[in-house]
């Protein structure tokens, strides 16, 4: 044993740090797996109502754009707002979903159609303008419909949410009636 130095054992506080650093390191890889899987890796989105069986309901009271890009044929009822009647269909190409709307008073050529291609369930698919100037959002049934409706967005089903008219603007003071007479409050 000539040249060897003797080993010295670790001591308490070197094994604790030994310990820290694998309990850090392993964590942080955890951290950034979520990171990445909640981020980067696209979850997969579904728009299940068009799997459904047909109703009378679902029957779009309209003909066939031969420019459109919605199966019209295959819709699905969604919701009625207002003065408009939502409906879910298939695009003409595989993995397109549409958000059809059609107007109660108008003909069978009364309708509107957006379409996009179903990707990642956290993406809207669609957002538009319907008539009346409300934001119509069409979303997969994997989006998060929380933080818009803390917003004041109403959903009208698990894929529509809408975004309702600003109400009227209130006056600063109320008027008071007094005999006949207006007056303001001080």
């Excluded at 392993?26 to 109502?49: D, H, K, S």
């Excluded at 003909?63 to 199966?71: C, V």
Aim: some cysteine.
């Amino acid at each position: 044993m000539t040249g060897q130095k003797p080993t010295v054992p670790l001591t308490p506080f070197w094994k604790l740090m030994i310990t820290f650093a694998a309990v850090a390191g392993v964590g942080t890889c955890l951290a950034l797996g979520l990171l990445y899987v909640r981020f980067f890796l696209a979850i997969p989105g579904t728009v299940e109502v068009l799997e459904r069986q047909l109703t009378k309901q679902d029957a779009v009271p309209a003909i066939q754009d031969e420019d459109g890009e919605a199966t019209i044929r295959e819709s699905r009822f969604l919701a009625t707002y207002e003065s408009m009647t939502y409906y879910a269909t298939p695009g003409l190409v595989p993995g397109v979903a549409c958000l059809v709307g059609t107007y109660p008073w108008d003909d069978e050529f009364g309708y509107w159609e957006a379409c996009n291609e179903i990707g990642d369930g956290r993406d809207i698919l669609v957002d538009v303008a319907d008539p009346d100037d409300r934001v119509v959002l069409f979303v997969p049934d994997q989006f998060d419909h929380a933080p818009l409706e803390r917003d004041g967005w109403v959903t009208l089903h698990r894929n529509l949410l809408i975004q309702p008219l600003a109400e009227v603007q209130q006056p600063a003071q109320p008027l008071l009636r007094n005999a006949g007479r207006h007056s303001t409050v001080h």
